[in-house]
């Protein structure tokens, strides 16, 4: 894995969007009931940090619970239907599509880019959860395309999610700027040659951006154009 490198603001020509905890308001609902639950360990031993166990399990747990969603997909079955979906992510602090904000300032920021680069969201959510998101917090106009879990084969932390959002959008992912909260998003990026922002908005934390090899970690992504490395 390469170091981090300098992003260069004047070649790059694409900003690729994570929703949840990037665009999307989330919280670690999930990882705090699992750390209650995951108590009793602490009688075993005193210094297990649960936690730190309980956020291993959600990250571990989240690209499996992914695809299974996507097979139901593609099998022709409807995880809305059924309401799978939503109880899944409301279960994990995430946001349903009846209770959803978005990050403060991610209009502004939008708004601000739109002129000078190609926007797009890259997300593991299904097509139709992802437009009703976008279109609730009043940024879907902002998008040249979303590319979701419906789209491709492999998901985030593999490649082919930005590769695809490249060349929808027509450039090469060599000029992409990827922005998201998690290890998969600055993964999916880097693996794909495109340059990795990770935000602490949402579930990811610094350390674990840093080790991925995040070019530039932020508080959250309406900070970027305030960033030093945008201003330079």
């Known amino acids: ?33 699992l750390a209650r639950r995951l108590r009793f360990m602490t009688r075993i031993c005193r210094r297990v940090n649960t936690t730190a166990v309980a956020r291993w399990l959600v990250m571990t747990l989240e690209t499996p619970s992914n695809y299974f969603l996507s097979l139901v997909e593609h099998l022709g079955l409807s995880t809305s239907f059924f309401g799978l979906t939503d109880r899944l992510r409301k279960a994990r602090g995430l946001a349903t599509r009846g ?10 920021l939008l708004e601000a880019l ?13 097509r139709p959860e992802a437009k009703a998101f976008l279109e609730h917090c009043g940024i879907a106009g902002f998008f040249d395309i979303v590319v979701t879990r419906q789209d491709v ?27 998201g909260d998690t290890v998969n998003d600055v993964l999916s990026a880097r693996r794909a040659g495109a340059y990795a922002l990770g935000v602490l908005s949402g579930f990811g934390m610094r350390r674990e951006l840093e080790r991925s090899g995040a070019d530039v970690i932020l508080e959250s992504a309406p900070e970027m154009l305030k960033a030093p490395f945008w201003r330079a």
């Open 153 to 179: 084969l492999r998901m985030k932390p593999h490649p082919e999610p930005v590769q695809l959002a490249a060349r929808q959008l027509g450039v090469p992912t060599e000029v992409c700027l990827m922005v």
């Open 99 to 108: 209770q959803s904000e978005a990050v403060p300032g991610s209009y502004a």
């Open 1 to 33: 894995m390469r170091a981090p490198r300098p992003i260069p603001v004047q070649e790059i020509r694409a900003i690729l969007f994570d929703l949840d905890g990037t665009l999307i308001e989330s919280d670690d609902q999930w990882v705090a009931s």
């Open 114 to 126: 739109r002129p000078d680069f190609k926007l797009a969201v890259v997300t593991t959510r299904a």
